[in-house]
């Protein structure tokens, strides 16, 4: 079954940077874009950026210019740099991958943006 598991986040001052990591298993990985969502408290779950199979990307004007989504197709993982990161850039960030109608979400990473 598909298996996403994030990794990463962590406390940080603001301007600071952060790497997200994304396991993932379960699937013919390279063949299917990938997509960073992030979800801050009392806020419906956004688009952070996404990373097709030919590893086109294309970010929320939010984080365009700080984060860079890549993958790995070797280790079938997924990253997100965070960097130049603000307080609003506060939330739990989820891998996901998107099936037609279904969407598979990892448990989270929690990004705290704080001085």
């Known amino acids: 079954q598909v298996q996403l598991v994030e990794s990463g986040g962590g406390l940080v001052q603001p301007g600071g940077s952060l790497r997200l990591s994304c396991a993932a298993s379960g699937f013919a990985f390279s063949r299917y874009s990938m997509s960073w969502y992030r979800q801050a408290p009392g806020k419906e779950r956004e688009l952070v950026a996404s990373i097709t199979a030919g590893s086109t990307t294309d970010y929320a004007d939010s984080v365009k210019g700080r984060c860079i989504i890549s993958r790995d197709n070797t280790k079938n993982f997924i990253y997100l740099q965070m960097n130049s990161l603000k307080p609003e850039d506060t939330a739990v960030y989820y891998c996901?991958?998107?099936?037609?109608?279904?969407?598979?979400w990892g448990q989270g990473t929690q990004v705290t943006v704080s001085s």
């Open positions: 996901n991958l998107a099936l037609g109608s279904l969407n598979y």
